[in-house]
C-alpha cells in the first residue's frame, strides 16, 4: 500500500490540527457505479463490482474516503423485510413490518457475527469491504455503512407511527431502538472485522426537521451512544461518523455526549454557526450542496462553494470537506473532482 497520507490528514483534523490541505469526502454510493457506466443494479449485488468502481472513483476525484457498500436498504431483506431494487436508484422498503408493541415484542433481529442470521448483509456489505481492503491502492479510509439506530426504527415501525408513538408509546419506541442498536453495533463491528476502517452511519430521521432536540436526548442520543461505545470498544482507533442531514444545530451542541469523533452536517446549516457551536468538542464535515453546487454546478462554482464553506469552517482543523448529504448519482465526475482539488487548492492561493 502507498502511503498518501490520506488517514493522516483525517486524523489531523479529527484532532483539530491544522495541515497543509484539507481532508475530503466525496460522498460518493451509487454514483461510483454510475460514473463507471454499470447499473446499480448489477453492482449492488456484486462485491467485485463496487469495490472496483468505488476505488477506482475516489482515487480519480482525490477523496480521502471510500465507500464500497452501494445500498444501505439490503440488510433489511435479512429481517424479512420487503424491498424494492430498482435498476439505477436505492432499494426501496415496501411497508413497516412491526407496528404494535406487540409486534415489536416479537420481532428478531439478526446479529452480525452469525453469518446464518443474514446471508444477503455477508454477501454484499462483508464481502465488498474485503475485496475493497484487498484492492485499494493507498490509504483512503474504508467506510462501512449502516442507518442509525433511530432511522432504522423508523424504517420498520414506519416513520409516521413512530414518531406518534414517540408521543403516545414511548416506551415501545425505546422496546424497539434497543433492539435495533444490538443489530446496528453488531453490524459495524462486523463491517470493521472485514477491512472497514472508519464507522461511517447515516443517521437522517434523528434531523431537528423530524424530531425535536429534546426528542433526539432521548430516543436517539443514548442509542447513537451506544453504537459508538461498542466500536470503540473493538478498535479505539476506528474514527466514528455520523451524518444527519436538515438542520441540525441544536443537535450539534448534543452530539460530543455520543462520543462520535465526527458530525457530517447539512447544507441546510450555517457552516459558521456549525463551527461556532461545534468548537473543539467535536470535529464537523459538509456542508456544500449537493443538488445545486455538486450536480447542477460547474467546477469554477463548485471550487468557489468549496472556498467558502473552507473560509468559514476550516480554519483552525477539526474540518472535512464534503457535500451536505449523499452526490446525487447524475454528478459528473469533473465536478466531483473539482471539490478534491479544492480541498488542496486552497491552502496554496
Known amino acids: 500500500m502507498i502511503d498518501a497520507g490520506h488517514r493522516d490528514c483525517v486524523e489531523a483534523a479529527l484532532k483539530h490540527e491544522k495541515t497543509d ?16 457506466g454499470i447499473s446499480v443494479e448489477a453492482a449492488r449485488w456484486h462485491p467485485e463490482i463496487s469495490a472496483k468502481v468505488a476505488v477506482d472513483h475516489a482515487m480519480k476525484t482525490k477523496s480521502d474516503f471510500v465507500k464500497p457498500v452501494l445500498d444501505s436498504q439490503i440488510p433489511f431483506l435479512d429481517i424479512g423485510m420487503e424491498v424494492r431494487f ?24 439478526f446479529d452480525a457475527s452469525n453469518q446464518s442470521e443474514c446471508p444477503t448483509f455477508y454477501r454484499t456489505f462483508v464481502e465488498s469491504l474485503e475485496e475493497t481492503a484487498r484492492i485499494i491502492p493507498e490509504d483512503i479510509h474504508i467506510c462501512g455503512l449502516s442507518w442509525g439506530p433511530i432511522t432504522t426504527s423508523g424504517y420498520i415501525m414506519g416513520v409516521e407511527n413512530m414518531v406518534m408513538g414517540i408521543l403516545m408509546e414511548p416506551d415501545t419506541v425505546k422496546m424497539l431502538n434497543e433492539k435495533v442498536t444490538r443489530m446496528v453495533s453488531s453490524m459495524q463491528t462486523r463491517m470493521i472485522e472485514a477491512g472497514a476502517t472508519l464507522m461511517w452511519m447515516a443517521d437522517p430521521t434523528s434531523s431537528e426537521d423530524l424530531i425535536s432536540p429534546d426528542m433526539f436526548s432521548e430516543f436517539s442520543k443514548p442509542y447513537i451512544t451506544q453504537v459508538v461505545k461498542d466500536v470503540n470498544s473493538m478498535d479505539k482507533k476506528v474514527p466514528t461518523f455520523v451524518h444527519i442531514c436538515g438542520n441540525t444545530l441544536d443537535i450539534l451542541r448534543q452530539m460530543p455526549e455520543t462520543g462520535a469523533d465526527c458530525l457530517s452536517f447539512d447544507h441546510a446549516v450555517d457552516p459558521v454557526a456549525a463551527k461556532m457551536t461545534a468548537g473543539r468538542n467535536i470535529s464537523i464535515m459538509g456542508n456544500v450542496d449537493p443538488v445545486q453546487v455538486m450536480m447542477m454546478g460547474n467546477p469554477e462554482s463548485i471550487t468557489k462553494a468549496c472556498y467558502d464553506v473552507i473560509d468559514a469552517a476550516g480554519q483552525e482543523g477539526g474540518f472535512i470537506l464534503a457535500p451536505g448529504c449523499e452526490t446525487p448519482i447524475a454528478t459528473s465526475d469533473e465536478n466531483i473532482l473539482a471539490m478534491g482539488e479544492a480541498a488542496r487548492t486552497y491552502w496554496k492561493r
Open 86 to 109: 430498482p435498476e439505477n436508484d436505492y432499494g426501496q422498503i415496501v411497508r413497516p413490518i412491526a407496528e404494535t408493541a406487540e409486534q415489536i415484542e416479537k420481532l428478531e433481529l
Open 21 to 36: 490541505r484539507t481532508p475530503v469526502n466525496n460522498f460518493v454510493l451509487a454514483t461510483a457505479a454510475h460514473s463507471a
